[in-house]
């Protein structure tokens, strides 16, 4: 039978979207499902202000009556504004290891950008770098993170098939905690602070995180800002981020490096325990229990730490700033029993985040890639 293509126009049609990614993963022990509420949200125009300035469109694949594959088309104007580019992405795709299901529904989104006038499409890449991004092209033998994609190695065979090609990689890395902070970075922590008046700022509540969480997000602006695609976060996107992931944070787990002078965020780092195989028991759901797996998760003592944002004020870059995270954190995940992090996605131009590994045992075990076609 023929594969039919049908834009998706109402909350039934994407609850089905959504709900693809679990089905077609259902008893893969590397994958960690999102939740469907959440991700519903990040694809209602209603709901999510990142629809202000992209535009966008979701397929279902259908073969003999059933989904088979599904795909997200996204433009976000500011990031083409920016880079100077007339790029349409990809994002938010799933699909069997059927060419003809594959074919439809790249071919629909690759319409649809042209009609938009784009010129290349790329991807999987989101709305936002809040979003996923990057399919996996190695470490299918590794357990995802809540904040990357996992997927079958038949997917980038098919990228290859279509004459996609790579246009950016990300590394990430298992980084090991050491049983103390290095001396060298103790050592500098101290200069630095004194050399630029700045201060370390931990929080024990939402309270006395929220006076800092606007200017959080314009510090994270600042610093992403020469990354891969990366348009700021408007205002409201901005709220909508505060809103979703502030009741998340595990406060001993957040650091904050503030300019004494002015109460500048000159840098942070944000982590949390390993949500993974709490994420898998949920399955998509909060309700009935999926609750309890998670906020048993948050308040563990973790093995596996996830490091999730983590900036530095562009004019505050290499000046030793990031080791006063390091010499608050680690201490904390040593506490904790922490055995190692996960980097999460790391452009691997990116040789300043890289380099700050250096001093730390770790082993490259995923790498992910941003394809792109001209259109």
């Known amino acids: 039978m023929r594969v039919e293509i049908k834009e998706v126009t109402s909350k039934k049609e994407l609850r089905k979207f959504v709900k693809f990614n679990i089905d077609l993963y259902a008893g893969n022990s590397y994958h960690v499902p999102g939740l469907i509420d959440e991700e519903m949200m990040t694809l209602d125009p209603k709901k999510n202000p990142a629809f202000e300035v992209c535009d966008s469109v979701c397929y279902l694949a259908y073969k003999d009556g059933k989904v088979v594959g599904r795909i997200a088309g996204i433009v976000n104007r500011p990031s083409n504004e920016i880079w100077q580019q007339k790029r349409a992405r990809f994002g ?72 996609y090609v790579k246009d950016k990689d990300w590394h990430e890395f298992k980084i090991y905690i050491p049983e103390g902070v290095p001396e060298k970075h103790l050592r500098i922590g101290e200069i630095v602070k004194k050399k630029y008046g700045l201060k370390v700022m931990k929080f024990k509540s939402a309270k006395e995180i929220m006076p800092y969480a606007h200017p959080l997000f314009h510090t994270l602006n600042a610093a992403y800002a020469p990354l891969y695609g990366f348009a700021p976060l408007t205002e409201k996107q901005i709220d909508y981020y505060i809103n979703m992931y502030i009741p998340m944070l595990r406060f001993d787990m957040v650091t904050l490096i503030v300019r004494e002078a002015d109460n500048q965020v000159v840098g942070f780092g944000i982590s949390l325990p390993s949500l993974s195989k709490a994420m898998q028991k949920a399955n998509g759901r909060l309700l009935p229990f999926g609750w309890f797996h998670l906020l048993k998760a948050l308040k563990s003592k973790p093995k596996i730490v996830d490091l999730y944002l983590t900036g530095v004020l562009p004019e505050y870059q290499s000046k030793g700033v990031n080791a006063l995270l390091f010499n608050d954190l680690i201490p904390v995940y040593r506490s904790l029993g922490a055995v190692y992090a996960e980097s999460n996605p790391e452009l691997e131009t990116n040789n300043a985040v890289q380099a700050q590994w250096d001093y730390f045992k770790r082993e490259h075990h995923k790498t992910r890639r941003a394809f792109i076609k001209t259109l």
Do not use: C, S
């Open 92 to 163: 938010f795709v799933d699909f069997i290891d059927d060419d003809e299901v594959v074919d439809a529904l790249f071919g629909a989104v690759e319409q649809w950008a042209r009609a938009k006038g784009m010129k290349e499409l790329v991807g999987p890449m989101g709305f936002t770098d809040m979003d996923h991004e990057g399919m996996l092209i190695e470490g299918f033998d590794q357990l995802g993170t809540m904040a990357t994609i996992y997927n079958y190695p038949y997917y980038p065979k098919q990228m290859d098939r279509m004459g």
